[in-house]
């Protein structure tokens, strides 16, 4: 089955900066790979996703590359806002067999330092 | 807005009482899934229902069941909770299978 690991597990970054966390797969044949943002005592949300056609997605401060050759995705955020502080969590999938479930890395705490 | 809505936000059982947790969804989604997720860890996946088609991960408990009366809303039911079972269970939908996936808010369990 598919393997996600997420590095770094907690992240300090001064407001303003940017903040970066990487993941690498095990599967080369996922192809969908959506990252959640998950504060305290709430649900996962979609920032952003990416699918294996694709290497790179931006949307405003926030965005995704994928080296599908080296099976890893990273998140980028710029400019970084106290409100970004937040667990995040990267994922892949593939999205075309059926049954196939979600699977999720370790998780990034970002905390953003005013 | 067309959302994902667990009920109770928060829930309070005691040590073997069966407790049932609610999700609906207004995405007319067919896809609905119940995920655990313990602190510090990622959402676990029990089970999925795809339509009416129940599909239980292998390693989920039997005393963790789940029903879909119909295409908006799901239930999951802890037959009798332990101590262990003390977490915050979401549900998601997907308009398809292996098509993104949206998280309601949750509901904290606590286990007397």
């Known amino acids: 089955g598919e393997n996600v690991e997420q590095h770094p597990s907690t992240l300090s970054v001064q407001e303003g900066d940017s903040a970066v966390i990487k993941c690498t797969y095990s599967d080369s044949a996922s192809n969908y790979f959506p990252w959640y943002k998950q504060e305290l005592g709430k649900g996962p949300q979609l920032i952003i996703d990416i699918r294996s056609n694709v290497g790179e997605k931006k949307d405003q401060r926030i965005a995704v590359t994928l080296n599908k050759t080296a099976k890893h995705f990273s998140l980028h955020i710029t400019e970084t806002q106290p409100e970004d502080s937040a667990v995040y969590f990267c994922a892949a999938i593939r999205s075309n067999f059926g049954n196939e479930k979600l699977t999720f890395g370790t998780g990034t705490r970002l905390t953003i330092i005013p | 807005d067309a959302m994902v809505i667990q009920n109770p936000r928060y829930q309070v059982t005691q040590f073997g009482k069966p407790v049932t947790l609610s999700c609906s969804q207004t995405?007319?989604?067919?896809?609905m899934y119940w995920y655990q997720q313990k602190s510090s860890q990622a959402p676990k996946l029990l089970f999925h229902y795809y339509d009416k088609d129940f599909n239980n991960e292998a390693d989920t408990p039997d005393n963790f069941q789940s029903r879909r009366p119909n295409t908006s809303f799901c239930f999951l039911d802890i037959r009798s909770p332990g101590l262990g079972d003390a977490a915050m269970y979401l549900c998601a939908t997907s308009r398809d299978k292996g098509d993104t996936q949206y998280f309601g808010p949750g509901t904290r369990l606590t286990v007397l």
């Open positions: 995405l007319n989604h067919n896809v």
